[in-house]
């Protein structure tokens, strides 16, 4: 059997076609079957040292962890009779896992972090508008990369100068050049500003210096200020990222993410 190399066409091909045929024709004594488990918020150490005696499992089963940028997957794989044998050895292994990261995992196998959030945006009817500065808009890109995205996701502002900052969030200009465009408290005003700006539940705000210039010694490189904001409150957290501009780029899109679904989920359980 011959099939393409490309993954978006060799897998429907060979589930179509190939596993059709070998089903009928070979007798299969055997099923390989796997699970993805998705973290973020911790490190690959960290996460190796909490289920250290879990990655360690072995016999009919094999372990693996996976570091990505702001995500740890960590594979479950069993070899098996039949499909429910393999079904209940993974599940017994993943419940063991969710004892210990339960409040770090946000999906499972093909689930991204924005699809997770968005399903609970619009599960729960609520709205979101963000503003953005040194993610230069990737993070709208990545909600409205998710089918449905409109039924909550209701504005994104890229204030990326001062200038913006000032005109289309109301942010005065005497607050940026006192704390600096790079601080808590904008991005603090910015969630909170974008967020009575299109009327919506939440509101993010994102600023910080992704590189390779714009560092001082106060403010290096990696400094991102993430803030979130509903009626209630808002909350801003600092992160110290590493890489290059994408890199820093993505991961401060990650990190929003992930505020925005635990802070949806806090409020729902």
Do not use: W
Not at 183 to 189: E, G, N, P, R, V
Not at 206 to 211: D, T, Y
Not at 238 to 244: C, D, H, V
């Amino acid at each position: 059997m011959a099939f393409p190399g490309v993954p978006f066409e060799l897998y429907p091909m060979f589930e179509n076609t190939a596993m059709s045929y070998l089903k009928k024709y070979f007798q299969i004594n055997q099923i390989i079957k796997s699970r993805i488990i998705k973290i973020t918020g911790l490190s690959e150490s960290r996460v190796n040292e909490i289920i250290e005696d879990i990655l360690k499992i072995s016999g009919k089963v094999q372990m693996g962890i996976y570091p990505y940028p702001e995500e740890i997957h960590v594979k479950i794989t069993v070899t098996e009779e039949n499909e429910k044998s393999a079904d209940l050895a993974i599940n017994k292994i993943e419940k063991q896992v969710k004892l210990r990261l339960k409040k770090y995992i946000f999906g499972y196998d093909n689930e991204k972090l924005e699809e997770i959030a968005g399903k609970a945006l619009l599960e729960y009817k609520k709205t979101l508008a963000i503003a953005e500065s040194c993610t230069g808009g990737l993070l709208a890109n990545r909600i409205t990369d998710t089918p449905g995205s409109s039924g909550y996701f209701k504005l994104g502002l890229i204030t990326y100068s001062n200038e913006s900052k000032n005109k289309l969030l109301n942010i005065p200009i005497k607050t940026i050049k006192k704390y600096g465009a790079v601080s808590k408290q904008i991005a603090i005003l910015m969630a909170k500003n974008v967020r009575i700006l299109a009327g919506v539940n939440y509101g993010i705000g994102i600023s910080g210096i992704a590189g390779p210039d714009g560092a001082t010694k106060k403010k290096p490189v990696g400094l991102i200020y993430i803030a979130l904001s509903t009626k209630n409150k808002t909350i801003c957290r600092e992160f110290r990222f590493i890489g290059n501009r994408d890199l820093i780029k993505y991961k401060s899109t990650q990190a929003a993410l992930n505020l925005l679904r635990k802070e949806i989920s806090s409020r729902l359980q």
